[in-house]
């Protein structure tokens, strides 16, 4: 009852302000871009407030109305707007146009750590670098575990690479991208989450559903963006150091520097290595592969009158070793695991502005090239894929900036070859493939008072798998000034390469049965969001409630119970979906001290075995917690993560044991220097097993990807930050 | 029993934080949140201070300190040195002039 009150009381005293909220940008003739620090005055009330670093504002109204709004910003002309009571479940769009030359605005840090943006159409759920410093590490696996909406977990207990799961479905039907360039495809989607580092992050965008069409057609969960530092913005040296008990050390540079006027450059350093030999649940296996990873970025900005553009080439070199203890590179006696992977790609995103402020044309061109072989045992495995692609997006408004029109092409080409071995004989699995893919696209976007849309489609013409359509649509109400709803619908599809995409499962004796024929994956994905935020007792909170469900009309599974001694791969015809709620709750229960609880149950199922049962080694419920607190004085931050699984059905029956993990860590904050400590899975919980038929590793039983929980107990680490600005 | 205990913090406990900590306030040539950032930052970070926080409204930083450890003009010259104004102390020239632009004279 107490609560009922409180929440009622909530909705009454935001009716009844008047809360008025929205964007503030600044528009130049290079460019549109959130303005932070802008001065918002309400001059009938009087009341001041300045925008936030996203450009983000909210005000009271006062008893006065009509008020007015005055936006100051040094740089850019002020401009007044009239508001009243009806504005309040207006996002308000306000573009401040530049009154001499560009100046220098200097982006920094976000205020919030983790939010769903509230102007956004689609369900979007940012995390920024303050997030990534609450769990110091290391790579993109693992800046997601502090995050209730991706689940990491380990593909097997040889190599020890990790995946991510958005949905519960694997990350393949999660379109990545690294600033709207497609990322981590194809042969890297087995190990490439691992070598990038977390600290060359500056956000990641997690959308739920099919997200834009203007992005491509594989968003089938979802579609995840991560923002790199930006070469003006980043610091002229940043140095990060890190070291765990399992022997990891990792070392990771980046700098900025302005090279004229118009030029920026930064770049990105980082080598890291594994070399401890660890076999605590002595199996005679190695609980941690070896491996030696070195990688390159170096990216250029320029800003001009007319265009901008970003150029970069990013180059990594990754090794593992792995297996049985006494197996080396010089002496390969018992069971190995090996990788070499090579990458190189050079990307660039070029914006050209049109005389209007509005119209804009922007060209994203990449290439990619990716070299990797290696072994599980006696199963080799290898592959080349050479990728170009090429998107053409046009930017327009209709009459107002309430209507935006968005419309383009896209063109992307695939030389793949590849090749795996089984595990008994020379039998041999693979393909190579050439892909063609032209498509064409176009979106609506709306923005009115309290209804915001987005209606789009694309088609395309794939050279294997025919012409498909994508129509998609997403829309947000806000039912009150403070609570938003969502709907999202939309269809997506991919390509699928069976090698690729399930390469840890070489790391068992059980022989492959290949799909009979190269189909792709079709998916329509509803989903539906509520989001309340509040203030209570002057401090922020939000309560998101949410569910999606995923349906595929088509499907390439990996059967493994249908037979014990092998993996069926098939393709099912609308037999296997994801229904996936999740609710999240965060609030400041004192000053500085922030609390997020979240709990999700997932549904994936699909024909296995004749039967529409469950997807195996998938936990059908998680509860996350999260504590942080910064001291008043921000010397010092505390962490503490807890997450709860619930039990995974085993492939061939039986259950795996539901499990816990809790993550700790404390920062010292200097000027320029941070010292943190942690320690991970400090309830030790460990997967006694994780490798079935470990005395034998080349007869049939042997199997290392029933895993579902950590294979190493607690650890700790750590590790320092320096930065110059 | 809480009687007592209430009794002692009064006997005891109060005068002993008095003496302890000082809350201040310093009235700044602050701008932005660009200069927000800063002057939290250096002052947080200097000897003796608990806790700074700054007003961008009114320009004035609350530091709580320990008298025991600096004092006013201590705590006035870290804000002169990074190019900011302390209540009738003039910023550091030089300073000032490092200072992003939406921190310089006139910069809002």
């Not at chain 1, 983790?114 to 956004?120: D, E, M, N, V, Y």
């Not at chain 1, 997030?131 to 800046?143: D, M, T, V």
């Not at chain 2, 870290?78 to 921190?103: E, F, S």
Request: overall charge positive; glycine content about 8%.
């Amino acid at each position: 009852m107490k609560i009922k009150l409180f929440i009622a009381a909530l909705f009454w005293s935001a009716l009844a302000l008047g809360q008025i909220r929205g964007v503030v940008q600044g528009a130049d003739s290079v460019q549109t871009k959130p303005l932070k620090n802008v001065k918002i005055t309400l001059l009938g009330a009087g009341t001041t407030v300045y925008s936030n670093e996203d450009g983000t504002f909210e005000i009271l109204l006062g008893k006065q109305q009509p008020d007015t709004l005055l936006f100051v910003a040094k740089g850019y002309r002020s401009d007044r707007l009239v508001v009243t009571r009806s504005d309040r479940f207006l996002a308000l769009n306000v573009v401040l146009v530049s009154g001499q030359l560009v100046q220098e605005i200097v982006v920094s840090k976000q205020k919030d750590a983790h939010g769903i943006s509230k102007l956004k159409t689609l369900h979007v759920e940012e995390l920024t670098s303050a997030e990534f410093r609450k769990a110091a590490c290391c790579n993109l696996s693992e800046s997601f575990e502090t995050n209730a909406t991706v689940d990491v977990s380990m593909s097997d207990a040889i190599s020890g690479a990790k995946k991510i799961q958005l949905l519960g479905l694997d990350a393949v039907y999660t379109q990545l991208q690294f600033e709207n360039i497609p990322f981590l495809r194809g042969l890297e989607s087995a190990f490439g989450m691992s070598v990038i580092p977390g600290t060359w992050l500056e956000s990641i965008q997690i959308t739920k559903g099919t997200g834009s069409v203007v992005n491509g057609y594989e968003s089938m969960a979802g579609l995840v963006n991560f923002e790199f530092k930006k070469p003006k913005e980043m610091p002229r040296l940043g140095l990060n150091l890190y070291q765990n008990r399992f022997g990891r050390t990792e070392l990771n540079l980046q700098g900025g520097q302005q090279l004229s006027e118009r030029w920026h450059m930064g770049l990105f350093a980082s080598g890291a290595a594994v070399y401890g030999n660890f076999d605590d649940n002595n199996d005679g296996f190695r609980d941690q592969a070896l491996s030696n990873t070195f990688n390159l970025l170096q990216r250029f900005s320029y800003q001009g009158p007319r265009m901008e553009a970003q150029l970069g080439v990013q180059a990594y070199a990754d090794q593992k070793i792995g297996g049985q203890s006494s197996y080396t590179k010089a002496s390969p006696v018992g069971y190995g695991m090996q990788l070499a992977s090579e990458h190189l790609s050079v990307f660039s995103k070029t914006g050209f502005f049109g005389k209007k402020p509005a119209q804009s044309l922007g060209v994203i061109a990449q290439f990619k090239y990716q070299n990797m072989s290696g072994l599980y045992g006696l199963r080799n495995f290898s592959g080349r894929e050479k990728r170009g692609y090429l998107n053409l997006i046009y930017d327009d408004i209709i009459y107002t900036a309430d209507h935006k029109i968005k419309a383009g092409a896209s063109f992307q080409a695939l030389s793949l070859s590849q090749w795996a071995g089984q595990p008994f004989g020379a039998e041999v699995v693979g393909a190579d493939r050439t892909e063609w893919v032209p498509g064409l696209f176009a979106e609506y976007a709306y923005a009115g008072n309290r209804l915001s849309a987005v209606v789009g489609a694309r088609y395309d013409q794939h050279n294997l798998a025919g012409g498909q359509f994508s129509p998609r649509a997403h829309f947000k109400y806000a039912l009150t000034p403070q609570l938003d709803a969502r709907l999202t619908a939309g269809r997506a599809w991919r390509l699928p390469n069976f090698v690729v995409d399930n390469l840890s499962l070489l790391a068992s004796s059980k022989t492959w049965l290949a799909p009979q024929a190269l189909q792709p994956e079709v998916s329509w994905n509803v989903g539906a969001s509520l989001v309340q935020g509040f203030t209570f007792k002057k401090r922020k909170g939000s309560l998101s409630l949410d569910a999606y469900y995923t349906r595929f009309s088509q499907q390439l599974v990996a059967d493994r119970d249908s037979l014990s001694g092998a993996v069926v791969f098939k393709n099912l015809i609308d037999n296997s979906l994801a229904t996936v709620l999740q609710a999240e709750f965060s609030y400041a229960i004192l000053r500085g001290l922030d609390l997020r609880l979240a709990y999700k149950f997932q549904d994936v199922r699909a024909l296995f075995n004749g039967e529409f049962q469950t997807q195996v080694l998938l936990p059908r419920q998680r509860i996350f917690t999260n504590l942080g607190y910064q001291t008043r004085n921000k010397r010092w931050s505390y962490d503490l993560t807890y997450s709860r699984y619930s039990a995974v059905r085993l492939p061939q029956g039986g259950q795996g044991s539901p499990w816990g993990l809790l993550n700790a860590q404390v920062t010292r904050n200097w000027k320029q220097l941070e010292l943190y400590a942690g320690g991970e899975n400090l309830l030790n919980v460990m997967q006694y097993h994780p490798i079935i038929g470990a005395q034998d590793p080349f007869g049939e039983a042997f199997d290392a990807t029933e895993l579902w929980s950590p294979i190493m107990g607690w650890n700790v680490y750590f590790g320092l930050r320096y930065t110059i600005k | 029993m809480k009687t007592i205990l209430i009794s002692f913090l009064l006997l005891f406990g109060t005068p002993l934080f008095a003496q302890k900590t000082m809350v201040l306030q310093i009235q700044t040539s602050a701008q932005c949140g660009d200069c927000k950032e800063r002057i939290e930052t250096a002052l947080n970070q200097a000897k003796g201070v608990v806790y700074a926080e700054l007003n961008l409204e009114t320009k004035v930083v609350d530091v709580k300190f320990k008298p025991a450890k600096t004092n006013k003009e201590a705590l006035q010259m870290v804000l002169v040195n990074i190019g900011y104004q302390a209540d009738d102390k003039k910023a550091n020239p030089d300073a000032l002039k490092a200072l992003p632009l939406c921190c310089q004279p006139g910069g809002h």
